[in-house]
């Protein structure tokens, strides 16, 4: 890459630019889109030219406004295709903006790089917004301290093995309701409940890839029944296999008896509830945290 080579093109006042970008999935897909009249490699990606892909003039900034434009394109089957926006594929895919001279691949300037906001589908076509990196100061930051816990279960602050026999089980769907409630066959060697609020991940069929949250597990007879909070916005039938991880309700006792943790535990049990900050001494009664729970004073 050669960013003084294009820079000096530009300055020539006759030049051969054009845009391109590429789109990073969160399930590690990229594609490459140009609003040239011919496909182009740019920054080792691969830019096609058939997708009608066009974007507004990026808006950026000095300080700390988000920098913003918004991408165009045709619903493709090849590239960007509507069941995949419907079922969020794309949803906060990360985005590289660039400037090529395409009489010479390898001159780019890289002029954007933030994520996919809102995506709107019409007629046909779509419209993504594109947020810069300064987005991301317009989340909350920080550690809340509340009773239960506040990391992921498996994630790095966690730390649990979420790999280990006995706390994920592979199998096959064998009937699905409204796209969220499933049963399952020879599957009654887990604890009724032991995978609500954990993990539900499609292996393959046309959703493979899509994660969803528990929301009941139970045990009906010769059958198991799984239903989550929401459908994952894409077709799964019968035959599709799915990896579901138990759960965790992030309080201390689960942490500490159900996946023997509780070294790891990032919450705090023993923080004062509202009702006891608010509540005040009363004469001939005790007035320790003990009775909190029951609005007992100060």
């Not at 892909?53 to 808006?59: G, K, N, P, S, Y």
């Not at 794309?90 to 890289?110: H, M, R, T």
């Not at 989550?228 to 579901?244: E, F, K, N």
Request: proline share 3%.
């Amino acid at each position: 890459m050669s960013k003084e080579a294009l820079l000096s093109h530009l300055a020539t006042g006759s030049t051969t630019v054009c845009r391109a970008w590429t789109v990073r999935r969160r399930d590690g897909l990229v594609l490459g889109f140009t609003d040239h009249d011919r496909n182009l490699v740019v920054d080792g990606v691969a830019c096609r030219a058939d997708t009608g892909m066009t974007a507004r003039a990026l808006q950026q900034t000095t300080g700390l406004s988000v920098d913003n434009s918004e991408a165009f394109g045709a619903l493709s089957a090849a590239a960007i295709t509507e069941d995949d926006l419907t079922a969020g594929r794309f949803d906060g895919a990360e985005v590289q903006a660039y400037l090529v001279n395409w009489a010479a691949q390898e001159d780019f300037l890289l002029q954007f790089r933030g994520s996919l906001g809102e995506i709107s589908r019409v007629d046909g076509s779509f419209r993504a917004e594109l947020r810069g990196l300064t987005e991301l100061l317009n989340q909350p930051q920080g550690m809340a301290y509340t009773p239960g816990c506040s990391a992921v279960l498996g994630d790095g602050r966690c730390r649990f093995d979420l790999t280990q026999p006995g706390y994920f089980a592979e199998v096959t769907v064998d009937a699905v309701d409204d796209g969220r409630v499933f049963t399952f066959r020879d599957f009654a060697s887990f604890d009724e409940r032991w995978f609500e609020d954990g993990r539900f991940s499609v292996i393959n069929g046309a959703a493979v890839g899509l994660v969803g949250v528990v929301k009941i597990d139970r045990q009906d007879r010769e059958q198991r029944r799984i239903e989550l909070w929401q459908s994952l916005r894409a077709p799964i039938t019968a035959g599709d296999r799915v990896r579901i991880h138990a759960g965790c309700d992030k309080s201390a006792t689960t942490c500490r008896v159900k996946y023997a943790n509780f070294l790891n535990f990032r919450g705090f049990p023993h923080i004062p509830g509202e009702d006891w900050l608010a509540s005040y001494p009363v004469p001939g009664r005790p007035n320790g945290r003990a009775r909190r729970s029951g609005g007992g004073g100060a």
